[in-house]
């Protein structure tokens, strides 16, 4: 049934030795209905001593762990709260936690937000506007397009891997050619740099080339990101994070920040970005999202990238009727399908037992890929 | 965005071409790149160290060829067909089934598994060296029980199934398994060595274990685990559905051990060839052969010259007067020979006395039948033959295992496939593929393993290479000279001109044929470092099974299916190639361990026992990430091309080397490269916990949890 409300979108990015304690308190707190999917951070860390002979990049990937959940919108700076300090995510590299403003349009009736009871905490410690740059492209080319966040110093960029779907399954059985395995690499920045940072990416990855990916920029209402880009000896008594973090909280914001990174890498053509797109996230049961994203194609949406996720609830929660494998289905779509679409996906059967559906829309600023002469 | 249709894109010709043209590229290029090493490898080490020359080496060409198409198919087919079935049914079938079908189901592909794949044939094999009076209890099972030793490991292999099952369902960690299987495994080891006739079946044994998870099986279960492991279950991590292959590795060995115990009762002990044979010792060795005919034909065909004699009372009238009688009557030679065209001659010619040959006719016939006999015997390869046994070996081993995954699909899940198209098109892969490269593998890798296998232990001895034996006609005993060594003994040589060059040969009187008046010689390939330097050429030995191992564990297509699937499921963390990379390097080790065991004739417990007992320390200090991964990674080492390998240069070393069997090196491979795994684990998961502690401020390391580690 329709909903339309808009909710808070809590998304963690942690270091899987720091997340089961951290999901642990979430679900003390009452939320009932967590996902998680595997990811990899990366950061640059230099090779010392004999290793530095042998060959391999200077890239060094950590497991971790992409948590989130919807809960009502009274509670999220609490929420942020208990997730810095349980995660202690003030100190660099541990891991980054994010609140986004999404509209819940329409679920089956046991896919709902979080309703969370007010607790206490502290205010968070500061959190400031983001923007994220949602990056999709082959696999293999993860690290290459996440390394721009790494030599900028913006964000550690978190990876995790996906399924897309679109022309390729319009081609009958020669779409075995065309490899569905895809890299989704989330990075996180200041609104005034995610334009050279997009431009960049755009560039490493040749996203410009048909078939070779999607980028799309998003708001975050508010953030604290993980910036420790680099791991290795420090030669100086405060790490750059720390300097910055300090800063950030003397001046009481990022503006300061400001600054327009790779200025020597920008490439002469200028950009045809796409506006006016939605994105759609679909989460249903595993195995449904292929069929529903067929339907959602015929009404509008160009092809769509599947997740698997992990549905977290407790043991005796009503939603463990809910199958604990979910597919999220990320579908880019015009504002003006949204209607067509989610009506499809309902005729279709998205919100009913068989899949217990729920989508969510995010508000894309403006997106990029190759859209043809 | 534009406004998408729904209707079918039509492609040229030469765009579906330009499209295909890198997809086939690609695969093709990634199989050369996992088997180059192992091939330029064995060539390399035949041609140039042992200096002998590969025989039939255009056969060889071209089944290598043939390996490397079939591999690139059959994993295409994996991915695109069997694992995504695999998948399906894992996910689909506890949301309809309650636990206990789960678990039934488990069972019952566990054991069909063991009947689909080929590789208990391997062992057979392998084991047609083996010697009755030797032992016993072996011979049997392989032989004349082999139905029983099938059975028995696929009860093992079922149980271990619905085992791996059991523990997805309650969250069960696989450590307590990994204790309890390894240490009542290692106390039934060490109590059959005690005795003399289970003592020989260790090996054997725990060869099965290794090698009973194939490549079909492995991936298969893998997918099934995954997908119910993330249907059930309450882990909070994401990388469960392991631990099904490491348990398929440790049943089976207590199911043969425990099937030889049943039958060692029944069994004759070890004893010399001699009295094995002897009349009032009948009754006790019947039970060991099919039937009467069985036995008489393995006397004449497999027995020395002592032997037969004993078996025949000591009267070798006796034994002519047989020959007459199976010479007379060919049902009564088929029964004893075989299907084989002049079988019975072709045995006269070869073992029989000079009375015995007499059997059959006059000495000219037998002169013209000799010399057509001897001439160069290439194997004579029959194209067809080999196509068929290998379609259909492949149609058994996947369509074995594919139909009662659909069958369950449609009738139990009632579901409809996604893709159905390029589900139906791997599969197909996968069969065609396997067929494909089993053909090479007997063609090519096969042929080659063998002969490096039967010269390598030329490195350390004498050997002679029965390859190229040589007959010479109207042999005049004249020409024999004698030469003298420095003891006094006396040594007799002839000069043979050969290629242009004269050559020595030494004389043996056993080798002329009075009647035919030839002498057959087959010439001697000395030590690599010439003689009493034994210990340089044992490590040369040492040296090619460790790099043999490392190669062949490269190619093996389920190790290939596993790495990318912890390279799924961890994100990309655990890179493929690092794991490959980790369990080469152990099967390397495990290999060359296990021909420093047949060289110097070291007990198999004796290398087991303490291996496992130094894993299951590392084991309890390592994750369980580590642990799942690790342990199935030894499963699945053992394969199509690990494993004729190690068993040709097993069976060829000692056959040199004089040892009553060559199992035990598989066994010893799969332990390996555990380790090389775990303590990889450890060291990834120390630089991991350093890179986090070094983010926080000194004195505390807040929020990390040590029980995060022992979920």
């Known amino acids: 049934m329709k909903i339309n409300k808009p909710v808070s979108l809590i998304t963690a990015y942690l270091h899987r030795n720091i997340s089961k304690g951290v999901i642990d308190t979430l679900k003390d707190v009452g939320v009932q209905d967590l996902y998680l999917t595997s990811s990899r951070s990366l950061v640059i860390e230099v090779k010392k001593g004999i290793f530095s002979i042998l060959p391999g990049s200077d890239l060094a990937q950590d497991p971790t762990d992409t948590i989130f959940f919807l809960a009502n919108p009274d509670m999220e700076d609490n929420l942020i709260s208990l997730i810095l300090e349980k995660g202690s995510l003030h100190f660099p590299g541990r891991g980054s936690v994010m609140v986004e403003e999404i509209l819940l349009t329409e679920g089956h009736e046991l896919c709902r937000e979080n309703e969370i009871k007010p607790f206490h905490m502290p205010a968070p410690s500061f959190t400031y506007p983001c923007t994220g740059i949602c990056c999709i492209a082959r696999r293999g080319q993860g690290n290459h397009i996440a390394r721009i966040s790494l030599d900028t110093g913006i964000c550690v960029p978190s990876i995790h891997f996906g399924i897309g779907t679109g022309v390729r399954d319009k081609m009958g059985i020669l779409r075995i050619a065309i490899p569905a395995e895809k890299e989704i690499i989330h990075s996180f920045t200041t609104p005034y740099e995610a334009d050279s940072i997009m431009d960049m990416m755009i560039e490493a990855g040749r996203l410009d080339q048909p078939g070779s990916g999607f980028i799309y920029s998003y708001p975050v209402k508010k953030g604290l990101i993980n910036m420790r880009v680099a791991r290795g000896e420090q030669r100086h008594p405060a790490s750059i994070e720390q300097i910055i973090s300090a800063l950030d909280h003397l001046k009481g914001n990022i503006e300061w920040r400001q600054r327009k990174p790779g200025i020597e890498k920008r490439s002469v053509r200028q950009k045809r970005y796409i506006t006016g797109l939605v994105d759609m996230l679909l989460l249903c049961d595993d195995g449904k999202g292929t069929e529903l994203i067929k339907a959602a194609m015929s009404a509008g949406a160009g092809g769509a990238n599947i997740t698997g996720l992990r549905h977290i609830r407790p043991p005796d929660s009503p939603l463990s009727e809910i199958p604990p494998a979910r597919d999220l289905c990320s579908m880019v779509v015009p504002e003006e399908s949204v209607e067509a679409v989610s009506m499809t996906l309902k005729n279709a059967g998205a919100f009913t037992e068989r899949c217990h559906g729920q989508i969510h829309l995010r508000k894309i600023i403006k997106a990029f890929t190759y859209i043809g002469k | ?711």
């Open chain 2, 1 to 711: 965005m534009p406004q998408q249709t729904s209707q079918k894109i039509r492609l040229s010709m030469r765009q579906a071409i330009a499209l295909l043209l890198p997809y086939i590229k690609d695969r093709v290029v990634a199989q050369i790149k996992s088997v180059w090493l192992i091939i330029l490898y064995l060539v390399f080490f035949q041609t140039f160290i042992l200096k002998i020359a590969i025989f039939e080496a255009s056969a060889i060409s071209i089944g290598i060829g043939l390996v490397v198409a079939g591999l690139a198919l059959f994993m295409e087919g994996l991915f695109l067909g069997l694992m995504r079935l695999g998948s399906l049914i894992g996910g689909g079938l506890p949301k309809r089934s309650p636990m206990i079908v789960v678990l039934g189901f488990g069972l019952v592909l566990g054991f069909l598994a063991t009947l689909a794949e080929p590789s208990i044939q391997i062992l057979q094999m392998a084991g047609k060296s083996v010697k009755p009076w030797e032992a016993p209890l072996l011979f049997l099972l392989l032989n004349r029980y082999s139905n029983f030793l099938v059975y028995a490991v696929g009860a093992g292999v079922g149980a271990s199934v619905c085992l791996g099952m059991l523990r997805f369902y309650f969250s069960i960690s696989l450590k307590p398994f990994i204790y309890i299987s390894v240490g009542v495994l290692l106390l039934l080891t060490f109590w059959a060595s005690l005795d003399p006739n289970l003592n020989n079946i260790i090996g054997l044994a725990w060869d099965c274990g290794g090698v009973t998870t194939g490549p079909v099986t492995v991936p298969l279960v893998l997918a099934l685990g995954i997908g119910i492991s993330r249907m059930v279950g309450t882990a909070d991590s994401g990388a469960t559905g392991f631990g099904v292959v490491t348990l398929a590795s440790l049943l089976p060995v207590a199911s043969v051990l425990g099937l030889g115990m049943y039958f060692s009762g029944s069994v004759p002990q070890p004893m010399s060839e001699k009295d094995f044979f002897k009349a009032d010792n009948r009754s006790g060795i019947e039970m060991l052969f099919k039937d009467r005919e069985a036995l008489s034909g393995y006397v004449l065909k497999e027995a020395g010259a002592d032997g037969r004699l004993s078996f025949f009372e000591g009267d070798s009238r006796k034994i002519t007067q047989y020959i007459e009688e199976l010479a007379g009557s060919r049902d009564k030679s088929r029964a004893v020979f075989g299907d084989e065209p002049y079988a019975l001659e072709k045995w006269a010619l070869t073992q029989g006395t000079e009375e015995q040959t007499t059997v059959f006719g006059d000495l000219n016939n037998m002169q013209k039948f000799a010399l057509t006999y001897s001439e160069k015997n290439t194997s004579r390869i029959d194209i067809l033959v080999l196509i068929k046994k290998n379609s259909i070996s492949a149609l058994k081993a996947i369509g074995l295992l594919t139909i009662p995954l659909f069958l369950v699909l449609f009738l139990l899940l009632r579901e409809s496939l996604p893709y159905p198209d390029e589900i139906l098109l791997g599969i197909f892969f996968c069969i065609l593929g396997f067929a494909t490269f089993n053909m090479g593998i007997e063609l090519g890798l096969d042929k080659l393993g063998k002969q490096v296998g039967a010269k390598l232990p030329s490195s350390f001895k004498a050997i002679e290479l029965t390859e190229e034996n040589k007959t010479i006609n109207d042999f005049d005993p004249g020409l024999v000279q004698t030469a003298v060594s420095g003891g006094g003994e006396k040594h007799q040589f002839f000069y043979v001109k050969e290629d242009g060059k004269i050559i020595t040969v030494p004389y043996n009187p056993d080798n002329f044929d009075r009647t035919m008046r030839q002498y057959q010689y087959t010439p001697v390939k000395g030590p690599l470092f010439g003689s009493g330097s034994a210990v340089a050429g044992i490590l040369v030995v040492i040296l090619f099974a460790f790099i043999m191992g490392y190669g062949a564990t490269l190619a093996e297509p389920a190790l290939n299916a596993l790495g990318a699937t912890v390279e799924e499921l961890t994100a990309g963390t655990f890179k493929k190639s690092l794991l490959m990379q980790a369990v080469a390097v152990g099967v390397g080790a495990g290999i060359a361990i296990g021909v420093l065991k047949i060289v110097l004739s070291i007990p198999l417990v004796w290398i087991l026992l303490p291996s496992y007992a130094l894993l299951l320390i590392i084991t309890k200090l390592s994750t369980e990430e580590f642990v799942n991964i690790g342990w199935d990674s030894a499963g699945v080492t053992t394969g199509p091309i690990t494993v004729p390998l190690v068993l040709a240069m097993g069976v060829g070393l000692s056959a040199q080397v004089g040892v009553v069997e060559g199992f035990g090196i598989l066994a010893a491979a799969s332990v390996y490269p555990i380790l090389t795994v775990l303590l990889l684990g450890l060291y990834v998961d120390r630089k991991r916990h350093a890179a986090l502690v070094e983010e926080s401020s000194p004195g505390d390391v807040p929020g990390e949890e040590k029980q995060n580690e022992d979920q």
